[in-house]
Structures are given as structure tokens and as C-alpha cells.
């Protein structure tokens, strides 16, 4: 197909879905992670008839999941160029941005002179500064946080800096506000993303966090194919946490999401708003929810649900239309700690044109992925190597 006959991409993260660990991995302690391969032999194998027939079983062996003797997407595997394995980090690469130095990360808490910043220009003085899970912070401090009014502030693995408060207690917007302050603060330090993390329930035992959630990121270092798009008068509609992880920059649409369901669900109906340009999906429940919880098994069912989603998308897609499916680190449950994982991610690319698949191998960069819609959109970019050749 001649480039000029593009008329769309949509390009779906599957939130930390890696598919085995990096040579430097173990420099990050992830030796041996795999996330995929380890969620589907804790599952006793799974049933991925869509994804088999595309090829994921010939990216790697996978209990119930068969190489395809005829896939029917070009298939291979990319690996992470930037340092880091953090949602941000792997997102900007895919768009195009590369990052030689990781975020920086606070796992004893966060230096004195930002506390005091924040409590300064917020009149809130935090409980918490420590390194902590979501779950376990609320449990720990969510009883206090309701008798004395002071927000919780905690980190994780990752390079973030988040706010929990219940929603009686702060208001959402107020909580928003507090964020944003933060995030102005923290700008000198290269800290990845703030986030808001609004809770409901009346003690430790009935705590959750709502899906108000909110990121505050990091502008990207460098274009992204998601401006240069934009500039080029094409739409860009992302789904899910996208505007947030790019700061909204190269958006031009948007709707935040719920559930990996609901995203689906929205990606479906920006397909009836785009007519030419960029759908960009994040999935977060693989993540979010069993990733770091280590619940392999939720893991899996939500790869089967995703599965059973993906024939509505596909008899969807028009001649004019490319689908990517890839990934943006690991999270791989089975593997000591709840954090991400160094590992390489899946590509799967499909149009309804293409007749047979094809081995794309392995990737040096996730920026392969903004190189090939610059090339479908013919739009000069210098990071990456298009696939769209093997297409």
C-alpha cells in the first residue's frame, strides 16, 4: 500500500505485558522475569485464539498459545533502548523519545527540602514520605489521614510522587490543585509523574481508591511522533492515561477510562470520530491491577478477556487502517516485589491488506513503533526504524 493511502493507526499498549527479560536485566534486579510466559504457565495455559492466530505464540512458546504456521499479523519483539522500565519511560520511547538517564527514584522517601516545599505552598504538611504500595499505604495511614485531615504521600519503585486523600476529606478538585503545585515543584528534580490517588470507605478495611486518579507528568524531553503529528493537522485520540503520560502534549482528543473494559469499549467509538490520524489506547488493568498485586490469574483472565475483545476491532478496521499491539515494560507477578520489569515487549502489526504475516525479530528500540507511522503518514522523523516495509 502506497503511504498516501493511510488514513489510520491505532495503537494499543497493553500495560505491562512484557515478554522476557532484557541482557541488562538484571541490573534492575528482573533476572528472569518474563511476565507473559509466567501469567500463562500459572494459568495452566489460556485460551488467546485471536492473538494465536496473529502470531504471539511465535514470539515466544506459551502453554495453549501454538506458533501460527500462517500468522496473520507480522510479529516480533522490541527492546527497551532508554534506561528505565516505567510506564513514562516506555511510552515516550515508543513515541519516539529516548531517555539515557532513568527518572529518578526516592525508595527511602523524599529529600526534606521537597516536603518542606510542598508543605509550604500546599499549607498541607504530608503524612507518609515513604515507599510504599497503594494498598498498604491506605491500610497504614488511611485512618489517620480521616482524624487528622493531612494527606498521604508516598512513592514506589517508579519515579512518582503520589497524593492519597479521601474524597470527603479533599475534595477531588482540591486534591487535583495540590498535585499541580507539586508537580511545579518537583519539575527541577525530573520526577516522573505525580499522582493523584483519591480513596472512599470509612476504615482500613473497606478502603479503595476510586477511579478518579489523575497523572501529572513530565513534558517529554523531545518531540514525539504525537506532536509531529498534530502539527501536521492529523488527530490524535488518546484513550485511557495517554494525555496524561505525555502532559498533553500531541493530543488533541482524549477520554480517560476506568477499566481495561472501558477502554476497549472507548476505543471502539473513536474509530467512529477519527477519520484520519491516531488512536492511542493504554490497557491498564494488566498493570495496576495483577501486576503489581501479583495476581497472575486475574492477569490471565484479563488477557482472555482482551482476546475475546479483539475480533470487534478488527472487523472494524478499514483497508486504510495499520493496528499495532504492543507493550510498554513488564509486570511480571510471579518475580520477587511488586514493581516493573525489565523486559522486552511484543509487536503484533495487522491490516485488513495483509495477507500473510511476517517475522519482524527483534527490535533494537520501541521507537520502531513512532518510526513506522512516520512513514505511513510520511512525516520526517529520525528515531526508530519503520516496520511498515515488511508490511
Not at 215 to 222: E, G, I, N, R
Not at 314 to 341: F, K, N, V, W, Y
Request: one cysteine or more.
Amino acid at each position: 500500500m502506497k503511504c498516501h493511502e493511510w488514513r489510520r493507526v491505532v495503537l494499543i499498549t497493553l500495560d505491562g505485558v512484557g515478554v522476557g527479560e532484557l541482557p541488562d536485566a538484571d541490573r534492575y534486579g528482573d533476572a528472569g522475569a518474563n511476565t507473559l510466559k509466567h501469567v500463562v504457565q500459572c494459568c495452566g495455559g489460556l485460551q488467546l485464539p485471536t492473538l494465536e492466530r496473529l502470531g504471539l505464540g511465535n514470539i515466544l512458546p506459551l502453554p495453549g498459545v501454538s506458533p501460527a504456521a500462517s500468522p496473520a499479523a507480522a510479529f516480533g519483539r522490541m527492546r527497551e533502548l532508554s534506561a528505565g522500565k516505567d510506564t513514562t519511560t516506555g511510552h515516550w520511547e515508543l513515541a519516539g523519545v529516548i531517555q539515557a538517564e532513568p527518572f529518578p527514584t526516592y525508595p527511602a522517601g523524599f529529600p526534606r527540602e521537597i516536603i518542606e516545599s510542598f508543605a509550604g505552598e500546599t499549607g498541607c504538611s504530608p503524612l507518609g514520605n515513604v515507599a510504599a504500595s497503594g494498598t498498604d499505604i491506605l491500610r497504614h495511614l488511611g485512618e489517620e489521614h480521616l482524624r487528622s485531615g493531612r494527606p498521604i504521600v508516598y512513592t514506589s519503585a517508579d519515579s512518582v510522587f503520589q497524593i492519597a486523600a479521601h474524597e470527603d476529606i479533599f475534595p477531588v478538585d482540591r486534591l487535583y490543585e495540590i498535585c499541580r503545585i507539586a508537580r511545579r515543584i518537583l519539575n527541577p528534580y525530573r520526577v516522573g509523574r505525580v499522582i493523584a490517588r483519591p480513596f472512599i470507605g470509612s476504615c482500613a478495611a473497606d478502603f479503595r481508591r476510586t477511579s478518579r486518579r489523575h497523572d501529572f507528568s513530565l513534558p517529554p524531553t523531545a518531540e514525539t511522533i504525537l506532536e509531529s503529528l498534530q502539527r501536521a493537522g492529523l488527530r490524535v485520540y488518546g484513550v485511557g492515561k495517554i494525555r496524561d503520560i505525555f502532559a498533553g502534549r500531541g493530543v488533541t482528543d482524549f477520554v480517560y477510562t476506568g477499566s481495561n473494559a472501558e477502554g476497549m469499549a472507548r476505543t471502539l467509538e473513536a474509530l467512529e470520530k477519527v477519520e484520519k490520524g491516531m488512536v492511542f489506547t493504554n490497557l491498564v488493568d494488566f498493570d495496576m491491577l495483577f501486576g503489581h498485586r501479583l495476581d497472575p490469574l486475574g492477569f490471565g483472565r484479563a488477557l482472555e478477556e482482551f482476546d475475546g475483545w479483539l475480533p470487534r476491532l478488527l472487523e472494524r478496521l478499514r483497508p486504510s487502517d495499520l493496528l499495532l499491539i504492543t507493550a510498554d515494560h513488564g509486570c511480571d507477578p510471579t518475580t520477587p516485589g511488586t514493581d516493573h520489569t525489565r523486559e522486552y515487549v511484543p509487536l503484533l502489526a495487522w491490516h485488513p491488506r495483509l495477507r500473510r504475516g511476517s517475522d519482524l525479530g527483534e527490535r533494537d528500540s520501541f521507537a520502531d513503533v513512532a518510526a513506522t507511522i512516520a512513514e505511513l503518514f510520511e512525516i520526517e522523523f529520525s528515531v526508530g526504524r519503520s516496520v511498515l516495509p515488511e508490511l
